[in-house]
């Protein structure tokens, strides 16, 4: 070996290297890994992504040290990939490093006049929100709706105990727009791909539920959770013989209200379950909040809106609502533990849309059109995480575009400057463990990766992904991303969920010196 390569090697190790250096590859894991054993990975993982079942698929992948910052392998690092729900990485960092991790979102309280003595308010009670996730309905039957209790209570501690105006929304915050640029409609109608707004309620969907009654060939009965007047159940599903295979489908078109339910389900076989989004969340919302303000006494009648940006009305209530009060979400740092815990969509889009909003940017979709590729906040943190902007093109935050492309090389970039990262710990905290919780918690059980692999899933149809960190006790702490776009698996093949399982156990065995030739 020339001694001129060796120095430089042990030159990139003793400074620390922030970034990756050409290493040949028997010194790309450098010290205190011996060269033999960063050849073995080498082999080993080169071995796995070059197998003739993925000539047609893509491959990108890049391991790093987390504490030199030495790559110890790279396969298409450079290639831009779709990355799927990784996404979320770039989602969650942007938000905990403009907003904070103890910023909350806001809704508002205003009322349309003052309520006479007897608590009877003429005008509509009036809110503004930011997209605060946290109003739900519960499965407890004695408080399904105890998320909506703050706002009952400012409206109560007013003094209103009558609204005769009916219950408005200012969706003002977000300029009305609903769906992320680069969604497919396929999406639209389920609850993943619920839609955005200033008022989210119950994540923006319905619980849809289908049993079978006892009469073979009687309609099965068909509920929403919660009910709601703004989905309509077409029920065309049947009871079957008991015993016999059932299958029940469901369909709505984007756009439409109407929820078509086909097929059939056995006599006495359990419930068959799935999730709808709400095609107007707002007045989900407000349908929601009416019910919890009934339940406490305080009655509303007159016609619920919602009021646009465009609305003529917008200004004027705005400037002549009365301000009674606000609930504050969760923390940004619970919000971001949610959705890399459980890659929830909407979360994410919220967050992206907060974050673009405290910005001072004008919300995608005000005036109907595409958001830029790189809206200034978001080069902004590119640049000061020198994190490389021509390897990273977002145009939404959740994942559920097709149009978002990464490098793996921007994505290891991204968790490494992370974890110098004043909220590193939160960061860190929030992404799956393998083996234990999230959308981890049923992989790699049993391995060397249970609870050393700590990584954020990613899943379209022809994209997968798994990034994260190798976090052992004792052995050496990996920054890693696989990518692996357009993976058809032929007869017999394991599916990509497990292709990704296999390479994150060689990396947590090889990091606790554990890995066999």
């Keep these: 070996m020339k001694s001129g390569v060796l120095a430089m090697a042990v030159l990139a190790f003793l400074l620390g290297a922030s970034g990756p250096i050409p290493f040949p590859p028997d010194l790309r ?3 205190p890994t011996t060269e033999s054993s960063a050849a073995l990975l080498t082999h080993r993982l080169d071995r796995l992504v070059t197998a003739p079942r993925f000539r ?31 996404t979320k990485l770039f989602t969650a960092a942007l938000a905990l490093d403009r907003l904070g991790a103890d910023h909350r979102l806001r809704t508002r309280v205003y009322s349309g006049g003052a309520p006479d003595r007897r608590g009877r308010l003429p005008g509509p009670l009036i809110l503004r929100g930011e997209g605060d996730p946290g109003f739900r309905w519960e499965e407890d039957p004695d408080h399904p ?38 969604w497919s409609w396929e999406d639209l109608p389920h609850g993943y791909g619920a839609p955005l707004s200033d008022f989210v309620a119950n994540d923006n969907r319905v619980r849809l539920e289908i049993r079978p009654r006892t009469q073979v060939g009687d309609p099965c009965e068909v509920r ?55 095609e107007e969340p707002a007045e989900f919302f407000l349908e929601l909040l009416e019910r919890a303000l009934e339940s406490h006494g305080v009655s509303v009648s007159g016609p619920s809106r919602v009021v646009g940006p465009a609305d003529p009305d917008s200004h004027r209530l705005r400037s002549t609502a009365t301000f009674l009060g606000e609930v504050r979400s969760a923390p940004v740092r619970q919000l971001v533990r949610t959705m890399l815990k459980r890659s929830q969509n909407l979360y994410a889009s919220v967050l992206w849309a907060a ?28 640049h000061d995480h020198q994190i490389p902007a021509s390897e990273v093109f977002l145009e939404e935050g959740s994942g559920l575009s097709r149009n978002n492309l990464v490098t793996p090389r921007a994505v290891v970039a991204l968790l490494r400057a992370m974890m110098r990262h004043p909220e590193a710990g939160v960061f860190q905290d929030a992404l799956p463990v393998a083996g234990r919780d999230g959308t981890l918690s049923g992989r790699m059980i049993g391995t060397a990766a249970e609870g050393v692999v ?17 976090l052992p006790e004792e052995g050496r702490s990996l920054a890693f991303c696989l990518l692996l ?28 010196g554990s890995i066999e030739r």
Excluded: M
Aim: hydrophobic content about 35%; glycine content about 12%.
């Design 454 to 470: 700590h990584a954020k899933t990613g899943t379209l149809r022809w994209a997968h992904g798994l990034a994260g960190y190798v």
């Design 145 to 182: 709706l105890r998320s909506f209790e703050p706002l009952v209570r400012v409206v109560r501690q007013a003094g209103i105990r009558e609204i005769r105006g009916g219950l408005l929304a200012l969706e003002t915050w977000l300029g009305g727009q609903k769906y992320g640029p680069g």
């Design 355 to 382: 974050v673009i909003r405290a910005s001072g940017t004008t919300p995608a979709g005000e005036r109907n059109e595409r958001p830029p590729d790189a809206p200034p906040v978001w080069a902004a943190f590119l």
């Design 224 to 278: 929403l959770c919660p009910s709601t007047s703004l989905l309509w159940i077409t029920n065309l599903a049947t009871t079957g013989p008991p015993g016999q295979q059932g299958e029940v489908r469901w369909s709505r078109l984007p756009g439409q209200r109407t929820v078509f339910v086909t097929g059939r389900l056995p006599a006495h076989a359990p419930a068959w379950t799935d999730s709808i989004s709400v």
């Design 29 to 31: 894991a450098g010290p």
């Design 56 to 86: 047609h698929a893509q491959w990108g992948i890049q391991v790093t040290d987390l504490e030199s910052g030495t790559v110890l392998y790279e396969h298409e690092a450079d290639r831009l990939l779709t990355p799927a729900s990784l």
């Design 485 to 512: 776009n357009r993976y058809q698996p032929g007869p017999g093949d394991p599916p990509p969920r497990d292709e990704l399982d296999r390479l994150a156990i060689l990396l947590a065995e090889w990091s606790r």
